[in-house]
């Protein structure tokens, strides 16, 4: 009954077969958009991934209050945000605490070395550098092909506010850059 | 004089911000404002690209197989909190009945149940200081209730009632050497028992008993509390 042609979801956690094969379709159409959301935060793809999946999985148990698409995606946005912002946390502080116990000269690894160039890093620096809400914006203004109304439905916010975080955060990044430049 | 008035906000208009209708009238009308708004609307638009392509990675084709088998584990691990949950919980309830059979049993109370198998002795009884509470002769019917016997005592007087058919008296436990000592004098002939008055079978007690004073459990303050309007009037229905 719960067999599905593709990923066989629910061998353990049961839905009804049309709602797995909706769920599926939702994993296949949003799964860029909750990496990209968590990279956002994390810049590491791994661990972008593995917040991703954790937040699909959340999203598989309550998939039936969350079939329609903009709710689905809103819910998965916020999610792994959420997600990604307490993972990065609880990075920092392990680092911070490594930091204090290894050796201060280590070498980056080399995956460091190839993914970092010195603009994307003062790109990064500067997102950091801005409040929360400003950072969500403007990372999902940048997923969302530049779409105020589809960056409003997944915050569940109106456009009005969008309009002025986007704003905020352009003119905070501009500055920053232009600081670090 | 116009330029410099709305400068700033043609610069905000460049990254976003809404630009007034006057603004818009001098925007469109003033060369150098458009070039400046031009670079810096190019400088957002920078921004913008730079920020989509630094976050432009796609999932691995692996992608879909993690997400399933999060799932799967997520599920097992629920499956496994379920149990351990469960097993506390019923270890809990089964705690809590035995305590509760041996607290009903373990004599607590300040009354006592006395079941009189065996005709007591007063091998330890000392010289009776207090009042006969209440005795029961041998053909009078048992005391269905005494005064301040709760409803747990007479649930246990039943069950033992039903378990012996001997003869049974509710006394209070500070006077069962009183009682003890009451047997003994009419034991040994000192007492006659035909000569104490009956019992008021009417009333489902003796005449002469003693009734211990009726004990009030006191109320919880909270619920006290809970009930009274700040006002101090009647409190809520």
Redesign the interface.
Known sequence: MHESAG???????TLDAPLEREFEQR??DS??LA??VA??VLRQ?LD???V???A???A?PRFARLRGRDEFRAWLVRTTWRLAIDRWRADRRRSARELKTSNPTAVPSAEDVAVGNE??ER??QA?DALPEKLRLV??L???EG?DVAEVARLLDVPEGTV??R??LA??G??RS?QCLA | MSCLKYADAII?HA????LSSAGAEHLAACEPCRRTFER?AR??HD??????G???????ID??????E???????GR?RTRWWVALPVAAAIVMAVILGGLWEHSGSSPRAVVVMSQPLTATDVAKPSGTIAAVRPENAPAVSRTAGTTRRHDRMSRSHRAASPEAEVLVPGDQRRAIARLVELIQDGTLDPAKLPPPDVAAGKPADLVVPALTIEPIPIATVETNRRPDGGPGRR
Do not use: C, N
């Not at chain 1, 990923?7 to 956690?13: D, I, K, R």
């Open positions: 990923l066989g979801f629910g061998t353990l956690v994993v296949r799964s860029a990496v990209r990279y956002g793809r972008a991934e593995d991703a999946q954790e699909f999985a959340k598989y603009r994307a790109l990064w997102i403007i990372v203004f940048a997923i530049h309009k002025s986007l704003f352009r003119k990044l501009a850059l | 905000d990254y976003g911000a809404p810096h400088h957002a921004i913008d690209e730079t920020v989509l630094a976050i432009a990675i796609e999932p691995s992608f879909r197989r993690g997400v399933r999060r799932i799967e584990r997520t599920d097992a499956s």
